[in-house]
């Protein structure tokens, strides 16, 4: 399948068939497939937020593969870089995103981007300025490695549901909220919802009222569903939502409706600590896996008796990224096995 050169923004804009090409190059890669066939190739990973997984996973994969990966930290370790068009600059920003990005281009093979929302307004930031903006110059394939989504995160979820059930169509997946001290990006829980729709999962969204991730997501992944014949459950029901569930995926997200006010929301989200993942809901499932993207503030998101459990999968979905990240790599790249 011919994959290179093709952005990676988010899965939605990939076929069902390319998806299931990377999730099972990543499971060749996992069956320790070693391949040098990115000598030579090059990335840079612009990283406008704090990384852990998503920084080691790509140096890790491009150096098995025989490739060079940079790390660019703007307004740290390169110049402070503005985004906006039409802008006088004459504030903080050194450069403007399409020198950076164009002079970036012509020294890499690709560009990797992760830019979290700035988190003062939901309506600007859900246009994804940045990404959007680095995309526009680019003239070499680029990455999403989370902005208002995390398409890195759904092929490491997919790639740990499906080594579980080898065809997820009708299983229940429960997207669950749980409480946070802080405000966050609803990116993964916007994933979540997209990639459990788009292999047929029948989805469940378990949230507070007030806590509703942003229409433009959830009406993509009711389509997604719709193409199977099914249909997206959102609910503040509890045992109605673990009740049978199959795959219980945890995730707090902030209130969209207090965006980049979370002092204010801090009061209401306080009183929702009970939506923690415990032993006595996961006993309302059909035996259910668990799962969280990582970080996860143990005792508050899930309690230690869960995420220490044999049914966790924590530790499984993370080190798929590693895999994932190499399958994607060549296939952009046009490498092989």
């Not at 499971?27 to 030579?40: H, I, R």
């Not at 989200?269 to 993942?277: C, D, E, P, Q």
Request: proline share 3%.
């Amino acid at each position: 399948m011919n994959l290179k050169n093709k952005n990676f923004i988010n899965t939605q804009d990939w076929t069902l068939d390319e998806l299931d090409y990377i999730l099972d190059l990543a499971s060749a890669f996992k069956n320790n497939s070693l391949s040098k066939s990115l000598a030579g190739k090059s990335i840079a990973l612009l990283f406008f937020n704090p990384s852990l997984r998503t920084r080691t996973s790509f140096e890790i994969a491009m150096h098995r593969l025989g490739g060079f990966a940079s790390i660019i930290q703007p307004g740290k370790d390169a110049w402070p870089i503005e985004t906006r068009e039409g802008i006088v600059m004459d504030q903080e920003a050194e450069e403007h995103i399409k020198e950076a990005v164009r002079v970036i281009s012509s020294f890499y093979d690709a560009i990797a981007v992760r830019a979290f929302p700035k988190f003062q307004n939901w309506q600007e930031d859900k246009q994804d300025s940045v990404l959007t903006a680095i995309t526009r110059w680019a003239l070499k394939p680029v990455i999403n490695m989370e902005t208002i989504i995390h398409p890195l995160q759904e092929l490491a979820l997919m790639m740990t549901i499906k080594s579980h059930f080898s065809d997820p169509r009708g299983k229940k997946f429960l997207l669950t909220w749980t409480y946070h001290p802080k405000g966050l990006n609803t990116a993964v829980a916007n994933s979540a919802a997209l990639i459990s729709t788009r292999f047929g999962m029948d989805v469940t969204i378990l949230r507070p009222q007030g806590y509703d991730l942003d229409p433009q997501f959830i009406e993509t992944a009711k389509a997604n569903a719709a193409s199977y014949g099914n249909a997206v459950t959102i609910t503040d029901n509890i045992e109605q939502a673990y009740h049978c569930a199959d795959f219980v995926y945890a995730k707090s997200w902030g209130s969209l409706n207090y965006f980049g006010n979370w002092e204010e929301e801090k009061n209401i989200r306080r009183g929702l600590k009970h939506f923690i993942v415990d032993s006595d809901k996961m006993k309302l499932t059909n035996n259910a896996f668990f799962s969280h993207c990582l970080p996860m503030r143990r005792n508050v998101k899930a309690t230690d008796e869960v995420i220490d459990s044999e049914y966790s999968l924590i530790y499984e979905e993370a080190e798929n990224r590693l895999y994932t990240t190499c399958a994607l790599l060549t296939a952009i790249f046009g490498g092989a096995l």
